[in-house]
């Protein structure tokens, strides 16, 4: 079903301020710690590469979060250069059945900590952190597990320029949470206000670079929305941008969200471009930081082709310091070797954008990302956004006055890749599968065997508990004989 989306759905809020010191006032303990317990906490470490993450009801619960707001308020105070006078909190969430109750808690802990929440309600990742940016606030909030499984969910936090807390700040909220650090007096009761109207200024944002130069008239997009995060913004900047959309999984369902559709599952994606003869098409993750695009014939179009497009398009306007782009080891060969054709720069990273974001500060370079679809542009935003990406992307094609799928042809040809997981609920197995040494001698042997003909990565997700397993190799039946060999391995001794 084709829809024209209108931007008063972004303008609804309830500006009635709500305490929540009166719901918090009982749990005396967050500052004397007299029931949170730090010993049920694995010995593992908290933070992942996207924040803390896991199944709601055993490592995430409502205890939980409410000490994890607490914490990140003593943090965020005890970092700022002004003492008391913090800003506020900018709170998001997911469309997850889980994600109101512990939002909930988390702003408990927050106004418990004497900060201000200011509470979005369902919007993307990528929304939290812009707003958080321009608006002199001290931090950023939002629960989300991003790609995972409805089961699942997630606490990302943000520093007060949007962008994902620095280690050691972490460190020192998980070290409140382990009963590390001292008892902090509650001398102030923050409050808590919905501000569901600053989603119209997020949406102002992606569209104005745009225009007046660029619109998607004459341009059929289908949105495959994942039932989550983007549901309520992705079709309206679409269409207020002129675009044609047509949406699919195009409500917040919490029990679907990220269930056979989005990025993860783009067969849905690929039949409905084809069926409405579409020019393309763009999926996103549950929290929409992310995207992939399908072309007019169905194809895929990752990450690494999309940093490819933008790249050239950036740096032919002397856009591109060095005409550089970070990528991850999970970036295709293909990819590298025809942006170093190009006379490019190419950089490495670990997976996971906060490895790619601080690679770009440290180089200088505005364009980065990963093949998933975590695409960094410095020129525009703060930290990955899906939606941002889909729309320059569509202009971009738009300039170009080529298809999609034209430029996709005249890109560069992939090696074959095979990624495989490995389902390992042990945690303290699973992220120290380093020290199984017969493990690592079957990736050496594996890896001798195929010399310069491929290349193997093996790591363990830092937002699942899985082992990926990963081959790269000059024909599709190597990259299927080495990753089945190596699946075997982990499966056998982990």
């Known amino acids: 079903m084709v829809k024209t989306p209108v931007r008063t759905q972004l303008s609804s809020s309830s500006e009635s301020p709500l305490c929540l010191a009166e719901s918090i006032q009982s749990a005396k303990p967050l500052n004397s710690n007299r029931s949170w317990n730090p010993l049920s906490l694995p010995g593992t470490p908290l933070f992942g590469t996207d924040g803390i993450r896991g199944r709601v009801g055993e490592l995430l619960n409502a205890e939980l979060a409410l000490q994890v707001g607490y914490w990140t308020g003593q943090m965020l105070r005890s970092t700022s250069a002004n003492g008391n006078a913090l800003g506020p909190i900018v709170l998001g969430q997911d469309t997850r059945n889980s994600s109101d109750m512990l939002a909930m808690a988390l702003a408990a802990g927050l106004t418990s900590a004497g900060l201000e929440v200011w509470h979005l309600g369902v919007c993307p990742t990528p929304c939290v952190a812009y707003l958080t940016s321009v608006s002199e606030a001290a931090g950023g909030v939002m629960i989300s597990a991003s790609h995972n499984p409805p089961e699942d969910n997630g606490i990302k936090i943000f520093g007060p320029d949007g962008t994902k807390l620095p280690k050691e700040w972490q460190a020192q909220i998980e070290a409140g949470l382990r009963g590390q650090l001292g008892n902090f007096a509650a001398n102030a009761w923050g409050r808590h206000y919905h501000r569901r109207e600053l989603l119209g200024n997020y949406a102002e944002s992606l569209e104005k670079p745009l225009r007046p130069e660029i619109d998607l008239r004459g341009m059929r997009i289908v949105l495959d929305l994942a039932w989550g995060a983007a549901v309520g913004i992705a079709p309206q900047v679409f269409a207020d941008m002129g675009a044609e959309v047509i949406c699919l999984h195009d409500s917040g369902d919490g029990d679907r969200i990220n269930v056979n559709c989005g990025s993860t599952h783009l067969e849905p994606l690929q039949n409905a471009v084809k069926q409405y003869r579409a020019d393309m098409g763009f999926a996103f993750d549950g929290d929409a930081d992310r995207v992939l695009a399908v072309d007019s014939q169905g194809r895929v179009v990752d990450g690494d082709r999309i940093l490819y497009f933008w790249g050239k398009t950036l740096a032919a ?3 591109l310091p060095k005409n550089m782009i970070v990528a991850t080891v999970m970036a295709n060969l293909g990819f590298e070797r025809a942006w170093k054709n190009l006379g490019g720069e190419f950089l490495r990273t670990p997976v996971g954008d906060q490895y790619v974001h601080a690679e770009m500060l440290r180089h200088g370079a ?21 939606l941002l990406t889909s729309l320059h992307l569509a202009a971009l094609v738009k300039r170009m006055n080529a298809s999609l799928s034209e430029m996709v042809d005249g890109s560069f040809q992939t090696y074959p890749q095979l990624l495989k997981n490995v389902r390992v609920e042990d945690r303290d197995r699973r992220v120290n599968w380093k020290n199984s040494d ?3 001698n079957a990736i050496a042997q594996a890896e001798a065997a195929m010399g310069d003909s491929g290349r193997i990565l093996v790591r363990a997700s830092g937002t699942e508990p899985l082992i990926r397993v990963m081959v790269e190799a000059v024909s599709a039946e190597l990259a299927h004989h080495w990753a089945d060999n190596l699946v075997l391995a982990v499966q056998q001794y982990l």
């Open 366 to 386: 505005m364009l980065g990302g990963e093949q998933s679809g975590h695409i960094l542009c410095r020129h525009y935003a703060v930290s990955g956004d899906g």
């Open 317 to 319: 306007a002397q856009q």
């Open 438 to 440: 017969a493990l690592t």
